[in-house]
Nanobody
Framework: QVQLVESGGGLVQAGESLRLSCATS????????MSWYRQAPGKEREMVAS???????NYADSVKGRFTISKDNANNMVYLQMNSLNAEDTALYYC??????????WGQGTQVTVSS
């Protein structure tokens, strides 16, 4: 089992920044990839950014150049730095862990609201 707890969401104005944090615990040796997803009202959940064990990153086109995913292996943390936020970034953001065996784990989500 893997446990994920997100934090760092909030209400900001367009153009401002936020950093989301994901605290991980449990069977961390089994994790292949950590990701951030988001889901806006009435829309499907979408991948925002991901980072593999080797450090390879991938971003949704809509956030490239504005968001950065990183991890602190010593403290079992994953971060999402979000800059130049706009109203379209408003969503519930989820931390995701994907195991080598194919199991997915999700956090409870943290709300990001960007006012224009």
């Amino acid at each position: 089992q893997v446990q994920l707890v997100e934090s760092g969401g909030g209400l900001v104005q367009a153009g401002e920044s936020l950093r989301l944090s994901c605290a991980t615990s449990g069977r961390l040796f089994s994790i292949y990839r950590m990701s951030w997803y988001r889901q806006a009202p009435g829309k499907e959940r979408e991948m925002v950014a991901s980072i593999t064990n080797s450090g390879s990153t991938n971003y949704a086109d809509s956030v490239k150049g504005r968001f950065t995913i990183s991890k602190d292996n010593a403290n079992n943390m994953v971060y999402l730095q979000m800059n130049s936020l706009n109203a379209e970034d408003t969503a519930l953001y989820y931390c995701n862990a994907f195991e080598y065996g194919g199991q997915n784990y999700w956090g409870q989500g943290t709300q990001v609201t960007v006012s224009s």
